[in-house]
């Protein structure tokens, strides 16, 4: 946390020591309008209300006083840093041929703070290991906790579980948002154990076969795929003999049979497991464990609680 609040104006600092705890997800400020907490998903606001030279102070923080270094980041409108914590930005956005080319005259920013559960995916090894790690879609609803569940499943396939005789396998990380891994200056920002290769702020699809290629993973972990090209490198991936670990946004499994590039997945019969979490009982809650039967009935899932 102490990276966190690192960035801060002091007086802002001094406030949220007080406030501070496990519960914290964001830290939202924006320019003359109050700080805003969220603890498990409910906004508190504190009267303290950020200036132009806090926003100035930050930035330079951000930028180690060099908004150079921060050109890239600002295209894609959040920094990563250390701690694996996400700072988001808006402001004035600056467009070239139609893209975004930077963010200027910022106006919001949102700390999202990244927190590591070790142990969250020992509950679901019985359903995603059979000889191998099953193909697997963890699907939820933002902030039901998908990333941190796929984090911790990095680490399970990369030490192995010696109590269950699973041994440790090479594991690749797409990590397009610099999310799962969180990288500082390309390093691991989170615990993964010694099998873990990362290629951070890559595109999913090309960064995909670059693993492949490059660096055999038996187990390939993405996050929140969706498009087209996710699934056209999930399928190149599955017939050179990859298993798969994946995030998708949704509220139930039926939803995956409505977005038709993930529609395409369950037609073709590769995803052996869907897991559903939701923050019913905090991020992480498995709501239940499905799998798909060859046979496939209307909506394409054959639901089966473990």
Not at 20 to 25: K, L
Not at 45 to 56: G, N, T
Not at 207 to 220: A, Q, Y
Request: with cysteine; hydrophobic share 40%; aromatic share 4%.
């Amino acid at each position: 946390m102490e990276s966190v609040l690192s960035v801060l104006p002091q007086h802002v600092v001094e406030l949220l020591r007080r406030y501070i705890d496990e519960d914290v997800q964001e830290i939202r400020l924006r320019i003359n309008r109050p700080i805003e907490l969220i603890k498990k998903d409910e906004p508190i606001f504190y009267s303290v209300l950020p200036v132009k030279e806090d926003f100035a102070y930050m930035l330079s923080q951000l930028s180690q006083s060099s908004m150079y270094m921060l050109e890239e980041e600002l295209q894609k409108g959040y920094i990563t840093i250390k701690g694996g914590h996400r700072v988001g930005l808006a402001g004035r956005v600056i467009t070239e041929n139609g893209k975004v080319k930077a963010i200027r005259d910022i106006t919001s920013l949102n700390i999202r703070i990244a927190r590591e559960k070790i142990g969250i995916g020992e509950s679901l090894i019985d359903s995603l290991y059979n000889r191998k790690w099953l193909n697997t879609v963890i699907i939820g609803a933002p902030q039901s906790g998908k990333t941190t569940m796929l984090r911790d499943l990095a680490r399970l396939v990369s030490t192995g579980v010696e109590r269950k005789r699973i041994p440790s396998q090479k594991v690749g990380i797409v990590d397009e948002r610099s999310e799962i891994a969180g990288c500082l200056d390309g390093v691991p920002q989170h615990t993964f154990g010694p099998r873990v290769d990362v290629l951070d702020a890559c595109p999913k699809a090309e960064g995909m076969m670059m693993l492949i290629r490059s660096m055999s993973p038996n187990v390939l972990i993405v996050d929140e795929v969706g498009r087209v090209e996710d699934t056209e490198a999930i399928l190149e991936a599955v017939h050179a003999g990859v298993s798969l670990i994946l995030t998708a946004h949704g509220s139930s499994v039926k939803d995956m049979a409505t977005r038709p590039s993930l529609k395409a997945l369950i037609d073709a019969c590769i995803i052996d497991r869907f897991v559903l979490l939701s923050n019913r009982n905090g991020p992480g809650t498995v709501e239940g464990i499905f799998q798909q039967e060859v046979k496939r009935k209307k909506d394409g899932i054959e639901g089966v609680r473990k």
